[in-house]
């Protein structure tokens, strides 16, 4: 791969398979993302969308294929290429007896954030809970732990961020606070890449859409001019009738 | 920040937690407070050879509230995802293990703290110094393997029955060494005297503590 190229793409991914016993997860899934780029990956449950995120997030490792962060394999180019993902999904990754500023402050200093009680006030500060910073996170609702588990994955400002199923469980407030960050991500220079079964929300602010079914990428295509009605009678071809939940 | 600088983190938040709940210090010594009396009742250690029955009671309670303590401490970390909040994280997996392991130590040390003065009361025995080594060395081998099968049983369906079932067998060795040098030291004998139990302690310690750190990377992913 060439200078070039390499720039151009941040993650590559080529031919990754899972198993687990006799069941294929996923099958030679070939993926690109290009920097500042928006991929949405739609599935069905069950399609392998939690397991490719795992397996891009460094949690689980490939039965077979590659994915690159540039030019290094993600799972043999050494821990420190861990700092350039966040991770969000519908569990929030905090610990309940803990404040909001000791948990930030705890994965502050594993991801050795510089400046990081300023860079605590911004990212408390974008997601509205300032005024809770010194609460244990076990009196705060649903809606709101998600939304510092939005700070969490954003303290250490990754270059790509992996989204599984983030709105799942979210309050309104909460959902218009990731919205409004998933929109800046869109616009930005991060590149994101987010599994969701919902086709409205995966279509709202991704530059591509891949459909994942039985763990093969069925279908993959520019956003473009597509809109949620022909993505829905695109979908509903794809992952077939059996599958379908309007 | 370096790696020790790393695994003081983690063991940092483990302490911190712990002390604003005390949920694994409170339930490990009730425990063990209650092994202790039953023993004490059914044996009436006071009565016969406390010198040759106490070790055994002593570490059946130490190990049966350990486990507690063990399966606690990764249960809490698999609450909303923590323990992959913790894998994520741009360090050596062998940081966790190690973090993991110095709190188990150090609850469990804490447990023996407050449950040995009163179980030496009940079987009125006096506090032979030459104890605390074995306690130490005992709790290290506990915890050091308790650790790593901690984080195997947490991803079972039957983590509070599983963990003492692949434990157990394995950590036979440092349950036989620690009673009969606590027997030694309890009939008035010194440490050279249980020099042979120490040492098979130390090797177990030392042996178990390494493939444990090695294996705990592959422990976590799979």
New interface residues.
């Given amino acids: 791969m060439s200078d070039t190229q390499t720039d151009e793409w941040v993650l590559t991914v080529e031919d990754l398979s899972k198993s687990f016993g006799h069941n294929h997860a996923l099958r030679s899934v070939n993926l690109r993302l290009k920097r500042g780029e928006f991929l949405t990956i739609l599935g069905p449950n069950g399609a392998g969308k939690t397991t490719l995120i795992r397996i891009l997030?460094?949690?689980?490792?490939p039965s077979s294929g590659k994915v690159r962060l540039g030019s290094w394999d993600l799972h043999e180019g050494g821990?420190?290429?861990?700092?350039e993902?966040g991770?969000l999904?519908h569990?929030?990754?905090?610990?309940?007896?803990?404040t909001a500023f000791?948990n930030l402050r705890?994965?502050g200093?594993?991801?050795?954030v510089p400046n990081l009680e300023k860079r605590i006030q911004e990212v408390i500060r974008g997601v509205g809970l300032e005024r809770r910073l010194h609460d244990?996170v076990r009196t705060f609702s649903r809606g709101m732990q998600q939304r510092l588990a939005i700070a969490?994955a954003f303290l250490h400002a990754p270059s790509v961020m992996l989204l599984d199923e983030p709105y799942t469980g979210l309050d309104q407030s909460a959902v218009e606070t990731l919205r409004g960050i998933l929109q800046e991500l869109a616009g930005g220079q991060k590149s994101t890449i987010m599994a969701t079964h919902n086709l409205e929300r995966g279509l709202e602010n991704c530059h591509r859409v891949a459909i994942l079914v039985k763990g093969e990428v069925k279908y993959e295509a520019d956003r473009g001019s597509l809109d949620l009605d022909t993505l829905r009678q695109v979908y509903r071809r794809t992952v077939g009738d059996e599958l379908w939940v309007s | 920040m370096g790696f020790l600088a790393k695994v003081g983190t983690i063991l940092w938040k483990d302490l911190r937690a712990e002390l604003r709940t005390k949920d694994i210090l409170t339930s490990m010594f009730i425990f063990a407070f209650l092994v202790i009396v039953i023993f004490n009742f059914a044996f009436e250690l006071q009565r016969l050879e406390p010198e040759a029955i106490a070790p055994g009671v002593l570490w059946v309670a130490f190990t049966f509230a350990g486990v507690l303590g063990l399966n606690r401490s990764f249960v809490l970390e698999k609450d909303k995802g923590c323990l992959e909040g913790l894998m994520l994280c741009p360090v050596d997996r062998g940081a966790i293990y190690l973090a993991k392991m110095m709190g188990n130590i150090i609850f469990i040390l804490f447990m023996e703290a407050i449950a040995l003065p009163l179980f030496l009361a009940l079987s009125n025995l006096p506090l032979p110094w030459e104890l605390l080594p074995i306690l130490l060395l005992g709790t290290m081998g506990f915890a050091g393997v308790g650790t790593l099968f901690a984080a195997i049983s947490v991803n079972t369906r039957t983590r509070e029955v599983m963990l003492p079932l692949l434990l157990f067998p394995v950590i036979v060795p440092v349950i036989i060494a620690a009673v009969k040098a606590t027997g030694v030291v309890f009939a008035g004998g010194s440490l050279r005297e249980a020099g042979g139990w120490l040492n098979l302690l130390i090797s177990f310690d030392a042996i178990f503590l390494v493939v444990a750190f090695i294996t705990f990377e592959y422990v976590l992913e799979e």
Wanted: hydrophobic fraction near 40%; aromatic fraction near 16%.
């Fill in positions: 997030a460094t949690l689980t490792k821990v420190a290429l861990r700092r993902i991770f999904s569990q929030t990754l905090l610990y309940d007896d803990l000791e705890f994965y200093r594993m991801y050795d244990p969490r």
